[in-house]
Each structure stands twice: as structure tokens, then as C-alpha cells.
């Protein structure tokens, strides 16, 4: 279960769709007072063309819009092109461009290579055939440059999400990313699509080996945990650092008794598996099932963390099931 997130694309479909609505709209003003009807309600056509995936952009947040942009951008460019003639090349670079940042690379792709064509097969629009085929290796120069650009800032996108995602240390997935999945899975369990348990966990008297050893020593403790909680983690389960010695489990579970089990189960796998310098470290447990009354992810973990505090005051190196606090 990968939780859900904004395209970073959204924010500049809104950007340049408003950006080129505005523009168009100034110029089919002035051609209207020139008296350029036409021309003006062809303007006009376009901002309303355009102005409907920016709408539905802003109002959905789905990014598929900037593809349809991308080939309204391409159409009202070529027919700028038949009605002002190569005047109207100075816009078409800039379609050409912004194609790639409003749409999917390969989509820009298409749409480029589909108006550098139709140009070329217009009649009459080039001077002469020099002038066709300077225009025609330009324009797939800017589509070629465009491409290992939009290819690159993805992969950098990539890599930048991921380490905003990831924690350093234990490399499972961090706070901001447990918020983001708690959240998704409250929306499932609303929705009727599955059931989950919660699972906060934390090291028993961490604080002693980080002061006997040091903190080298505890981050060997806390890098071995994350990977023993990674090898418990069923297909559908997910496992987090919230912070310090602090763990969350996120489990696709339909029942105390599973969640029991496997409370139990990554406890006792823990005890017999994690060591440092001073021998033996235990963990302690808190869980809770989501219930129909939680809509958010605060409440639900607010249990299970109250739980844990109460397996810490019995004793530790072991588990409460919030249902036994009430």
C-alpha cells in the first residue's frame, strides 16, 4: 500500500495554463478593438479551451490534466500558424518547450513531432525549403534538449522524494511518510476496503546502552532492529521509524486476535535476535485495531501509544492491546 501524493506537476499546469489563458485573452482584446474579429474569437476559443484542464486541475488535483493541455497547446499552435502564417513561430518554440513541463514527457513527445509535421505540410507557410528544414531541425533540437531535461529533473525528483521519505539510518520509511500512510489506510478502512492494526514500539533501556557504550552503540541497535522488523513484515505490513528508538508497524489485520499474534510474534522474534554490546536488548508494544469512530490517524495512534506506556510500567519486553485499557 503506497500512500498517495501530489504531483509536482499541478502547481505549473496551473501556473502556465493561467499564465497562457491571460496572455491570449489580452490579444483577442486588441484584435477585437482592432476590429480583427477572427482572429478575436479564435482567441477566444483558445482561453476557453485552455482555461478548462487548468479548472479541472486546480479542482481535482489530477495532473492527467496537463496532457490534454499539452494537445490543446499543439492545436491552437498550428492553427495560429494557419491563420498568421510563420509569424506565429515565435509561439510555437515556446509550445515546443512548456509542452514538457505540463504533460508527460512522452506525450510532449508526441504532440512536438505531430506539429513540427503539420507545419511542414502546411502550404505556402515556409519561404523556401531552407527555410522548412531550418525550422524542422530547430524545433526537434528543442524537443530532443526538452526531453533529456524533463528525463533528468524526473530521475532527480525521484531520488529527492525518496530521501525525504526514507530515513538514514535504518532506511525504512520515516514519520512523514508513516503520516502519509496512516492517513491513506483510515481512508481504505472508511471506504470498507480493509482493516488495519497499529503497532509503536520502542527499545527497552536504550538510554543505558547509549550512555555504558555510546552512541555508536545505539544506532547499531536501532539500524539491527529496523532490519529484524523489515524480515517480520508481512507482504501488505509496513514498518516506520517515527524517532529515536521509537518504531510503527502498520498491518493489514481483520481481528484482535491477529493483531495479538502478531504483536507477540515480532517481539519474541526481536528478543531472540537482537543483541549489543551489554548482550540481550527487549523491546516493548503497544497496539490497537482502527476503529470505525477513528477519521483520523491521530486518535488511532494516540491508543496504541497509550498502550505502550502501560507494557512499559508492567515491566517491558512486553505488549498491550489498547481494547485492554477500557
Not at 492553427?79 to 518547450?97: D, I, N, Q
Not at 476496503?193 to 520502542?202: K, R
Not at 529515536?244 to 493489514?252: C, D, K, P, R
Not at 508494544?285 to 494516540?302: C, M
Request: proline share 2%.
Amino acid at each position: 500500500m503506497k500512500p498517495k501524493r501530489r504531483d509536482f506537476r499541478l502547481d505549473i499546469i496551473v501556473l502556465l495554463g493561467t499564465i497562457t489563458a491571460v496572455t491570449i485573452a489580452s490579444f483577442g482584446l486588441y484584435r477585437g478593438w482592432q476590429g480583427q474579429w477572427a482572429m478575436a474569437v479564435f482567441d477566444l476559443g483558445v482561453v476557453l479551451a485552455v482555461a478548462s484542464p487548468v479548472a479541472y486541475a486546480w479542482r481535482t488535483g489530477d495532473a492527467r490534466a496537463g496532457n490534454v493541455l499539452a494537445v490543446l497547446n499543439t492545436a491552437a499552435s498550428f492553427g495560429a500558424c494557419v491563420m498568421l502564417g510563420h509569424t506565429a513561430l515565435g509561439w510555437t518554440y515556446l509550445v515546443l518547450l512548456t509542452n514538457f513541463f505540463i504533460a508527460h514527457r512522452w506525450t510532449a513527445v508526441i504532440c512536438n513531432l505531430l506539429l513540427i509535421v503539420a507545419m511542414q505540410l502546411l502550404p505556402g507557410f515556409f519561404h523556401d525549403g531552407v527555410h522548412a528544414l531550418s525550422m524542422a531541425v530547430s524545433a526537434v533540437l528543442v524537443t530532443v534538449f526538452s526531453l533529456i531535461f524533463a528525463a533528468r529533473t524526473q530521475d532527480d525528483r525521484v531520488q529527492l522524494e525518496r530521501l525525504a521519505a526514507i530515513d538514514a539510518l535504518t532506511g525504512v520509511p520515516n514519520r512523514r511518510s508513516m503520516e502519509r500512510a496512516l492517513s491513506e489506510a483510515v481512508d481504505r478502512f472508511q471506504r470498507g476496503e480493509c482493516c488495519f492494526g497499529l503497532v509503536v514500539l520502542d527499545l527497552d533501556h536504550f538510554k543505558d546502552v547509549n550512555d555504558q557504550y555510546g552512541h555508536a552503540a545505539g544506532d547499531a541497535a536501532i539500524a539491527d532492529l529496523a532490519s529484524i522488523l523489515r524480515f517480520e513484515m508481512r507482504r501488505n505490513d509496513q514498518v516506520f521509524r517515527f524517532g529515536g528508538e521509537e518504531f510503527v508497524a502498520l498491518l493489514e489485520l481483520d481481528s484482535r486476535d491477529a493483531l495479538e499474534s502478531a504483536t507477540e510474534r515480532i517481539r519474541k522474534s526481536v528478543r531472540g535476535s537482537l543483541r549489543g554490546p551489554g548482550g540481550r536488548i527487549t523491546i516493548s508494544l503497544g497496539a490497537a485495531l482502527l476503529r470505525e469512530q477513528e477519521k483520523t490517524w491521530h486518535d488511532w495512534f494516540s491508543r496504541a501509544d497509550a498502550a505502550l506506556y502501560r507494557a512499559k510500567m508492567a515491566g517491558r519486553d512486553s505488549y498491550v492491546i489498547a481494547d485492554d485499557l477500557f
